[in-house]
Nanobody, 126 residues
């Protein structure tokens, strides 16, 4: 069983930056692809970014390209989501996802999600 815990959410003004962290337990973290999803109030959960198990491949939703960067630190079993130039429409609960499939894919970002975190709230004020 893998536990995934997000942190770093909060309130930020439009145009500001925030870095989310996702800590995953387990010695097999380096074999998992990881991703971030978000769910705004009244909307369905949507894909944001994904990174392969090696860290060599990343994939982003069109809505965040150029503003958000996903990275991973295998030594710390942690995945990061650096968010810049934030907009009010980025307001959502952000969820970290863990996939046993090691690659990223176009469209959904991950082949499947095996573990979810509980989410961290990001609020961007205008």
């Amino acid at each position: 069983q893998v536990q995934v815990v997000e942190s770093g959410g909060g309130l930020v003004q439009a145009g500001g930056s925030l870095r989310l962290s996702c800590a995953a337990s387990g010695r097999t973290f380096s074999s998992y692809a990881m991703g971030w999803f978000r769910q705004a109030p009244g909307k369905e959960r949507e894909f944001v970014a994904a990174i392969s198990s090696s860290g060599g491949s990343t994939y982003y939703a069109d809505s965040v390209k150029g503003r958000i960067t996903i990275s991973r630190d295998k030594g710390k079993n942690t995945v990061y989501l650096q968010m810049n130039s934030l907009k009010p429409e980025d307001t959502a609960v952000y969820y970290c996802a863990c996939s046993r499939a090691p690659t990223v894919v176009a469209g959904t970002g991950l082949n499947r999600v095996d573990y979810w975190g509980k989410g961290t709230l990001v609020t961007v004020s205008s």
